[in-house]
């Protein structure tokens, strides 16, 4: 079952990067006000390159880590726009991916790791980072150095941990 759920996921993902990029965002929900701390394009052709959401914009300046407060109603076709805005490429497939997932996949010291790596809003470094990356740095340093369960992806797919948004 677990590798039916992979193979439509990757069949999916490949058919979505056909038509465009996908999108791949870092939602915390556990903040008060939830937020898109990291985001990536994806595409067979560029792989992974890494989206800033404090400096993703739309015309109107609302920032793509502010899309929960600024669009409520809409906020991944609020992505989209600022994508297509900001970067001229328009994604027709969000995937959102909260701590618990990335915690489940990367292991538990994910979120703490790239906060270490990139020395967030002060957060001291540890064993595996002294702080003072780039988000993106950090975040593909701690992705590189947590081995990845490649179970857990399904898994955290039917919890509703990682979500698919056509857009």
Same mark, same amino acid.
């Not at 979505?16 to 008060?32: C, K, N, R, W």
């Not at 967030?120 to 990845?148: C, F, H, L």
């Given at each position: ?5 992979? +193979? ?11 038509? #465009? ?13 939830? +937020? ?6 994806? #595409? ?7 989206? /800033? ?9 609302? *920032? ?6 600024? #669009?409520?109603?809409?906020? /991944? ?6 994508? *297509? /805005?900001? %970067? ?15 915690? #489940? ?14 020395? /967030? %809003?002060? %957060? ?7 702080? +003072?990356?780039?988000? +993106? ?31």
């Amino acid at each position: 079952m677990i590798l039916t759920i992979i +193979g439509v996921l990757i069949i999916g993902f490949l058919l979505f990067t056909m038509a #465009s990029p996908i999108l791949i965002i870092a939602e915390d929900t556990d903040e008060g006000d939830p +937020g898109i701390d990291m985001a990536a394009k994806f #595409s067979l052709a560029g792989g992974f390159d890494w989206v /800033y959401p404090g400096s993703s914009f739309n015309a109107e300046g609302q *920032t793509l880590h502010n899309i929960h407060l600024d #669009s409520p109603d809409d906020p /991944y076709g609020a992505a989209r726009d600022i994508m *297509t /805005y900001s %970067y001229q490429f328009t994604p027709h497939l969000i995937v959102s991916i909260n701590n618990a997932a990335a915690e #489940s996949i990367f292991g538990s010291t994910i979120v703490d790791d790239i906060r270490a790596n990139d020395g /967030y %809003y002060g %957060y001291p470094g540890n064993e595996n980072a002294q702080g +003072g990356m780039s988000r +993106g740095d950090a975040v593909g340093t701690a992705m590189a150095n947590n081995k990845m369960n490649i179970a857990e992806i399904p898994l955290q797919f039917l919890m509703g941990n990682i979500k698919f948004h056509i857009v």
